[in-house]
């Protein structure tokens, strides 16, 4: 089958681009502040703002190499990266971020790099890719997941992809996903947290032993992609003189992303 690559709006090389010059100058500059409603929260009868940092994990399919565990594919037949606009965050099915995000989708992030001085504000639904037989007390609705409309391609492997971000992890990162539920206390769980395997491998064909493979089949199972389809992209320049404002909105009616200057 020829595949092509989906035609991408103008934010994304834009973005692709500042990535790569901030990492360049210091890697910890990959991390961004994610914004979702709370709905459970003991605090308010409305819905509360919750933040934290995440690690921004590319664009769906956004690759260096074949073989790296997903057989999904990198090119089209025009050599063009076969890649959606949809960003990628990785984290626990179980933690409380998932559960917000299956009650309520709609997000926003913020990302400074400083290297450069750009802000980015993304915002958008997400969506969280859960293993397919992911299954928890704490989660009380299913996660939607429109793996069509997010998937570069048809025919997209999505457990390919969750198997690649996952392959792709530190050692420390993968152990942390056969931790207790996030969020609950040490106390309840009743073990002692330096109990835990620190390291996992990647792969169950690479583990030590029989009681490594079960861990690694449980953190596998808790691993999760999380998938955001924004709708505006406001980009702020701080680095010029005069300083310099840009949003991209997507307009549903017409299928296409509109670009303004705007006043920063
Ligand atoms: C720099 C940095 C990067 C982080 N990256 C992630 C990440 O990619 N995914 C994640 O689930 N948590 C990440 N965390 C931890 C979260 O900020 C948060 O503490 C944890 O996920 C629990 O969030 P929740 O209770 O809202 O679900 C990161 C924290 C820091 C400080």
Redesign the pocket.
Known sequence: MSLVAPSLPSWVDNLRSKVTDNLKQNKDLI?YALATHDTATPHSDAPVP?V????HRGFVNERRKDGDGSNNAVKDHSDKDLISDKLV????AR???ARQLASTPTVEIAWWLAATQHQFRFLGRAYVLASPSFSSATNTKPFPFPSEHLAPYGDFSWEDERIRQFRKMSPELRASFCRPV??TTVAAWGGKLEDLPVTLPEGVDKAENDEQKKQLEQALENFALVVIDCTEVDLVDLGSQPNTRTRWTFDTASNEWKEEELVP
């Open positions: 991390s919750r934290r940092y995440v690690v965050i990785t984290t626990d933690s409380p971020k996030p969020g």
